[in-house]
């Protein structure tokens, strides 16, 4: 305290230290010049501080003191939304802080506050930066906030950003009107243009009222507002209080569950209706509101009573509170041809032409994103590389920018947040709990005993502590917070795996048959050998991967150091825009179709003739995801196109994936799987095209038979004289019992044994030795792990598979992982009664349409619509033939466990000898057969 006071003494000879700020404050309207209080930095000196800088007057001047760390900054920052006030940090001991006290000592057009800090405070302090905000250099046409830290700086605007911080000093001191002709006249319309503000407001769950919301403040800066004029964030970020203080906000509403508001605008809602204080007379607002007028039915009583809610009582309750609406409400409706794209395209254009925006003028500044396309993110980020390795790094926030949450996808990753704490950490104003979902290549679903013991030690260290078997045969691992993602990728190298083309669009993780029972060893391992050279020579050959993720300290500083920067390279298969989307594939044996090949992109079909490989049939054209009522979007099976030799698979592979890559729509991301390549121009012409990149034609297909998709359960011995044991792992979870039991039993595989995962989301056990057998026995035994029929408990249990949704996966409506298991268990006491417990029926369910859990292809189906509530689908075949179709919408546990209950009944009674529930649905014209995907929006009648 005494050292800063001292300061400015010798800044300023006679200025007038006091010791509290009442005392300054009172000698301001006595003395000349500054009057400065000394203070040290407290929680309540600050907001001592905020109260008088506010309104303060030009003489008065604040110099806080920190002493001890750690040191907070952002109080400090806030002092700058106040306008015309002078505000500085610096350290106590370093060459700026007489040059920021004289700056204060001059500044006359408002108070000025001073943060020094002592050296001991802020030492090693990473987060410390020496800033000033200088009102005056607006003048000289400079930014009035300047930092030597460009990182820091781009936290800070962040921060301001965020909070909604930042106003004009023009709206403080604008005159309210000119005199027409008044020589003084344009510069008032100037500085009228410049004091033009506008906050944007969204809630949306899946991302479509956050991308209207940024189209508007693009087009806000573009259109001659300035950028730091037009404010964008959600509506739980926005304090409810300064409703009264703005001119005009732009709500952007999308519609969550039964007419519900979404996450990110629900705290804002609770607390606008408890203000019934709050008027809004000088408030001006608009609000765009999106919803689906068939929901909850074509032309139903739900459909209409939920459609837009939220946005049309949030319009109520503003109008009630006497605010004026800027411009009538405008509705996105989802069976609109470009869905809520035609509405807006309306409405945004009567709201630009009213805010004198409609014409752009360039200049828009800074950029809430995502302004590019997916398109032109692989374009412009130097093959997969972007700005992810120093995201990563930055460990100011959980999470990584927009721009880098598309490029860690082709990387194996997804950045997500725990949405059962997103409301709770709304209200304390932190950020969501983000974390990110890693998934590990593995061609085949094959893993050592060693891998396996690696991968359970890696969920331990850095993940939840749990394994998530999926549906594309390999592992997941859940919550690895963003400053282990680099570990994580590293100890799995170091175990011999890696994420690479995991996820995002490229060829993704090759799926084979995992049953042991369906062939000879040595031909399963000849089939298992072309899965990887299919998967190998489609792999993605950037660098990026190792260089982000894997390389570090001087290996690294080496390379950057001798190369300049680091080199480009062109992928031979991808170039620089990859695949219109993802690229699923996989290898079949039958008589399994375990795999689901039908709702693959590509698939193979081994051919085996005396237990010898003679080729594959080869499918083009199957996707199953689809989006709720867009009827543009729809599941489709592959179609059989023709067979190629072994040695040839990788080559067709190949040029099915570049006919995609040329093909496909890359205008819109709902429309650029193969599927629909396939459906628009015609399946012979596919065939076709990749006949003429290969060369020569294809043979004709060969036939096949497919009676079961299932995993094999209980012990089987192969033809190398080791034994294989199949066991049930409920919708994939690898935790508790089933966890320590699989790390025990990988333990003494060591050396011997295998593991391979399922596309059920299943595990079997691979070459046991006779002498081993007894142990592993002993320990599924011990720790009760689902291995024969008998402890699999029901045909249900056995032929259930759920998506992981919530809550992390941030597509989800609905449960499916953590509530499958209970609506099963319901079901199974139904079964039992019955008569049928122990007869295999397919049941699956995700929590949102875009089917990872292949829900379109099971005999019972449900797809989440909302929480609690599921469309239900039936009659697919058992071996993964046909689509089922639609048979009830929106219903809830009861309805669903009321529905089934007659059918069940009619099924144990009335099912001819080894009908599957399927097929018998089919033939009693409970539903309609779903022959093809185009149908999916037909709902056949019975």
């Known amino acids: 305290m005494d050292k800063a006071a001292a300061l400015l003494k010798q800044c300023q000879s006679d200025a007038n230290v006091c010791r509290t700020l009442s005392a300054a404050t009172a000698a301001c309207t006595e003395k000349c010049g500054k009057c400065w209080a000394v203070l040290p930095l407290s929680p309540s000196s600050m907001t001592e501080v905020h109260s008088v800088v506010k309104d303060g007057s030009g003489q008065l001047g604040v110099v806080l003191v920190a002493e001890q760390g750690p040191v907070s900054q952002m109080e400090v920052l806030r002092a700058m939304e106040y306008g015309g006030v002078y505000v500085a940090a610096e350290s106590m001991e370093g060459p700026g802080a007489m040059e920021v006290l004289a700056e204060a000592a001059c500044f006359d057009a408002g108070p000025s506050l001073v943060l020094l800090a002592e050296a001991n405070a802020i030492q090693a302090d990473y987060r410390w930066t020496a800033f000033k905000h200088d009102p005056r250099r607006e003048s000289q046409g400079l930014e009035p906030f300047c930092t030597q830290s460009d990182r820091v700086r781009e936290e800070i605007q962040g921060f301001l950003s965020r909070q909604n911080l930042l106003t004009l000093i023009a709206r403080k001191c604008l005159p309210k009107e000119c005199a027409a002709g008044d020589a003084g006249g344009d510069l008032c319309q100037g500085l009228a243009d410049a004091s033009k503000t506008v906050t944007i407001l969204y809630t949306s769950d899946t991302g479509h009222g956050e991308e209207c919301a940024k189209a508007v403040a693009r087009q806000c800066r573009a259109g001659g507002y300035a950028s730091s004029a037009v404010r964008c964030g959600t509506l739980d970020s926005f304090d409810v209080s300064a409703l009264a203080t703005e001119p005009l906000i732009v709500f952007c509403v999308a519609t969550a569950g039964k007419g519900e508001f979404p996450g990110n605008g629900r705290g804002f809602w609770s607390k606008l209706n408890e203000r019934s204080d709050l008027d809004l007379k000088d408030l001006k607002y608009c609000i765009f509101g999106l919803g689906d007028s068939h929901y909850w039915g074509k032309g139903t009583e739900d459909s209409r009573v939920n459609f837009a809610k939220p946005a049309r009582e949030l319009d109520d309750l503003l109008e009630k509170m006497g605010a004026q609406r800027f411009l009538p409400t405008g509705f996105g409706d989802d069976q609109d041809v470009d869905q809520y794209h035609t509405g807006f395209g309306d409405w945004k254009s009567q709201l630009y032409s009213r805010l004198g925006a409609d014409k752009a003028e ?124 680099k570990n994580t990728m590293r100890a799995m190298n170091k175990a011999c795996m890696d994420t690479v083309a995991a996820c995002g669009d490229v060829c993704r993780n090759v799926l084979c048959t995992s049953r042991p029972d369906v062939c000879s060893k040595e031909l399963h391992q000849e089939i298992l050998d072309y899965t990887y050279a299919i998967h190998d020579h489609c792999l993605p050959r950037s660098g990026a991967y190792h260089e982000i993720f894997l390389m570090q300290g001087d290996e690294m500083a080496e390379k950057t150091q001798i190369m300049g920067s680091t080199p480009v390279e062109e992928e031979p298969l991808y170039g620089l825009t990859y695949l219109p989307r993802k690229f699923k594939v996989a290898v079949a044996i039958p008589p399994s179709n375990d795999v689901d090949l039908f709702a693959h992109c590509a698939g193979f079909i081994a051919i085996i003739e005396n237990d010898k490989l003679l080729g594959f049939n080869v499918t083009v054209g199957g996707g199953l995801g689809f989006t709720h009522n867009n009827q543009k979007t729809h599941p489709r099976l592959a179609d059989v196109i023709g067979f190629c030799k072994p040695s040839d698979a990788k080559y067709v592979c190949e040029c099915i994936m570049t006919v995609a890559r040329d093909f496909g729509d890359r205008t819109g991301r709902k429309h650029a799987r193969i599927k629909y390549t396939v ?198 075949d058992f071996v993964g033939h046909r689509l089922n179709t639609l048979y009830a919408e929106s219903v809830n546990e009861n309805q669903i466990i009321e529905t089934l209950t007659p059918l069940f009944t009619a099924y144990s009674k009335e099912r001819e000898k080894k009908e599957r529930f399927g097929d018998f649905l089919i033939r009693k014209k409970k539903v309609k057969p779903m022959t093809y995907g185009r149908d999916w929006w037909s709902l056949p009648e019975v």
């Open 679 to 876: 459906e628009d121009y015609g399946c012979q012409w596919f065939k076709e095209q990749v006949e003429d990149r290969l060369g020569f034609k294809l043979e004709p297909a060969k036939p096949y038979k497919f009676e079961h998709r299932g995993d094999f359960h209980g012990w089987v011995k192969g033809s190398d004289g080791l034994w294989n044991c199949g066991l049930l792992v409920p919708i994939g979870r690898v935790k508790e019992n089933s966890r320590t039991c699989l790390r025990k039993i990988a333990e003494e595989l060591k050396g011997q044994g295998a593991i391979r995962m399922t596309c059920n989301q299943g595990v079997v056990l691979e070459g046991i030795t006779e002498a081993k057998k007894a142990t592993v026995q002993r320990l599924l035994e011990e720790y009760k792990v689902m291995h024969s029929k008998e402890t699999t408990v029901s045909g249900l249990r056995r032929n259930m598979v759920a998506c992981v949704a919530l809550p992390t996966c941030p597509l989800a409506f609905a449960e499916a992982e953590r509530y499958l298991p209970t609506l099963v268990e319901r079901l199974e006491a139904v079964t039992e009664k019955c008569g049928i417990s122990q007869e295999d029926i397919v049941i699956r369910m995700t929590g949102c349409p875009n089917s990872c859990g292949r829900p379109s292809m099971a005999e019972i189906g449900f797809i989440g619509k909302a929480p609690g509530t599921y469309n239900m689908y039936l009659g697919a």
């Open 362 to 485: 360039g200049g828009g500044g800074s950029d809430d994103g995502p302004v590019k396309t997916d398109e032109q993110i692989k374009c412009e980020t130097k093959q997969l590389r972007g700005s992810m390795k120093e995201s990563l790094d930055d460990i100011t926030t959980g999470q990584i920018p927009f721009q880098d949450t598309k490029l860690i996808k082709s990387h194996g990753s997804y950045q997500q947040d725990d949405r059962d704490l997103r409301e709770e950490r709304q209200k304390m104003c932190v950020e969501n709990a983000f974390s990110f979902m890693i998934r590990v290549r593995l061609p085949g679903g094959f893993c050592t005993a060693e891998q396996w013991i690696a991968m359970d030690d890696i969920c331990q260290n850095f993940a939840n502590g749990t394994l998530k078997i999926t549906t594309r045969q390999t592992w997941q691992v859940h919550g690895v917070l963003k400053r282990d993602v």
